[in-house]
């Protein structure tokens, strides 16, 4: 339970942004909070998040939201696409800078407004690499820091590289990747934050400072300033870090983190979340404080705990930010125009696994929930996935005559179990409950996939072990995806019920 505004908090709970928001980036302007996240093969892209007390946040808007901005080739495979963002506020104006994997590289992006709309992209074909920083020193020169780690300054405004790229630090010798660089000016030094390690186990945070923004870095002593690595702590792959000053002078960090479940080694279904610690400086360098499930709240009031988007009945035009697809959207597939009050989605593809933008759904934001959705296949074949990449899902899915749940595991694909079809619409439902502690061996969760019956009762069609749905398994720098898709035809859903079971 996140903090309640109506009574005084200790604690608060992490992660303050729970599901697949990897590679946080924060800025603040006065009292709000702007942080922004990854988004690899799914559009709209690049979720964008505001806050008033760094704990509660609320999704306002996606940055790349149409396909001048983003444009995701139907060919590109699962975590590729939009990796690592920067957020930053100068001058008057929002700046992201981000890396299209596999289209585009690097690219600029403006708006006077983090909700949007955001400008289409200043390209920037002389800055190489992914996670690129962006900061002005005092003479207003604009540096791009990149991993590696690489750097070279250019106009914010056209794009151009003034330089070619100089390196600036390869991180702590012996630990890999050197990658998610920050430039912060803290007093009298400059500070280059880096993530190092690599985003699983072995992940961590480094930092270095020097008298100017491109150096000469020495490393701080204490390095790596955080990890979890070689721990059983319940957070896991820590790192991916980024740094902001609240209004009362203190300091805090957000990263990614994991919470992996069942036996060893454990398994992570929901992506890496975004997490907050307290920051405090000694000797001027940065100390990161404990981690952990439960923090120290901040010594100021806490606004309200966002709801998450619990039930949509798609009564709207457009569709709430939470919502994105597979690559791209068009209107002429993915509508709530074309039925009132209904998701209408045409089949682009013969089946969910080939490329198309044939899925609409929300991230998995909690480890237990329950999803239900009203489905009409009258006129094709479709129904409700759990997804992690076109290879690694499970699915229910209902034609006129019979309701079907599937497994798809890398190169394993099976049918369950079959059962007619209730007459008419139809509710599917995915129940996913933590694994009850059987062993050593045991995977996360369990998800059961059924339908209710036309008196409500719901019925579990098959249970499948869920460990084959996380990242542990398939890789990538996914979480689970939880939504809609039409495999044939058109498909209409009247509404889609997602309901926490924990905190
Ligand atoms: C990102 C790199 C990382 O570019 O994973 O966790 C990559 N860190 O900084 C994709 O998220």
Redesign the pocket.
Known sequence: MKSDPLRPVDTVTNPVIPGFH??PSVCRVGDDYYLVC?SFEYFPGVPVFHSRDLVNWTQIGNALDRPSQLWLPRDMPSSAGI??PTLRHHDGWFWLIVTNVGDGGNMLFTATDPAGPWSDPIRLPGVPG??PDLAWDEDGVCWVTV?GVSQLRIDPHSGEALGEPHRLWSGTPGAKAP??PHLYRVGDHWYLLI?EGG?ERG?GVSVARGPGPSGPFEPCPANPILTHRGTDHPVQNT??ADLVQAPDGSWWMVL?GVRPGGGTPGWHVLG?ETFLAPVEWVDGWPVVGALSPEIPAPPWPLGPAPLPPARDDFDRAELAPCWISVRERPERLCTTRERSGWLTLHADGPSPDEPGPVFVGRRQQHLACTVRTLVDPAEGRGGLAVRLDESHHYEIEATAAEVTVSARIGPLRTVVATAPAPAGPVVLGVEITPHPPEGPRTGPDLLALGFEAPDGTFTPLGTLDGRYLSTEVAGG?TGRVIGMYAAEGTVHFDWFDYTPLDG
Do not use: K, M, N, W
Request: net charge negative; hydrophobic share 40%; proline share 6%.
């Open positions: 990897p590679d990854s990796y690592a992914i996670d991993a990658e998610a993530a985003t992940h790192g991916h990614l890496r720098f």
